[in-house]
């Protein structure tokens, strides 16, 4: 891990929903845009990334999953914009983690910090959905960043029909969440 404070810190980000045209997504590439220099943020795209089975992990970690897995190894955190479906973390989101959780000892989440941040076009902007998957962390050994929270509601009149964060009280809360979460990284480095 780095942990020179000059050295920008490589933060590994997913998005739990594959919409393409999907507000979590386009969160991550604002938070990409206004991260500070001092964070190296690489969005991974889940779209190849199959169901968990553990009858494909006995065979090996399919490729998609491998790439994952070396990409959250690598980096020093990881950040994750989840959607929330039915008042809960959408299973593209948990299969992410839950590829990452295994094998149980020595896996790539064991010891990681995280954060979680989320959109939605409902009034709890994900509350539920992160709130349910800080619970997995407590498995994988992850320090998860209990605060500041980022859960951007009405997410359809935040974001333009391009999927850019217009909303610049969103932009700059995007950026002091940022800042927040590079203190929580180095904490661990």
Request: charge should be neutral; hydrophobic fraction near 45%.
């Amino acid at each position: 891990m780095s942990a020179d404070p000059v050295t920008p810190l490589r933060i590994l980000a997913f998005a739990g929903s594959l919409r393409a045209a999907s507000y979590n997504r386009a969160l991550l590439r604002a938070a990409v845009e206004v991260a500070p220099q001092t964070l190296a943020i690489e969005v991974f795209d889940l779209l190849e990334t199959p169901l968990y089975n553990g009858d494909v992990e006995a065979q090996g970690d399919p490729p998609a999953v491998a790439a994952l897995k070396a990409a959250v190894a690598a980096a020093d955190g990881v950040l994750i914009a989840t959607p929330e479906y039915n008042h809960g973390v959408p299973a593209v989101t948990k299969n992410a983690v839950d590829w990452c959780s295994r094998p149980p000892r020595g896996a790539v989440l064991d010891r990681k910090p995280v954060g979680i941040i989320g959109a939605s076009p409902g009034m709890t902007g994900s509350a539920r959905g992160q709130s349910q998957l800080r619970q997995a962390f407590e498995f994988t050994n992850s320090y998860c960043m209990p605060q500041p929270e980022l859960l951007v509601f009405r997410a359809h009149e935040k974001f333009d029909e391009a999927g850019r964060l217009i909303d610049e009280p969103t932009r700059t809360y995007l950026g002091k969440y940022l800042a927040a979460f590079e203190a929580w990284v180095r904490r661990f480095a």
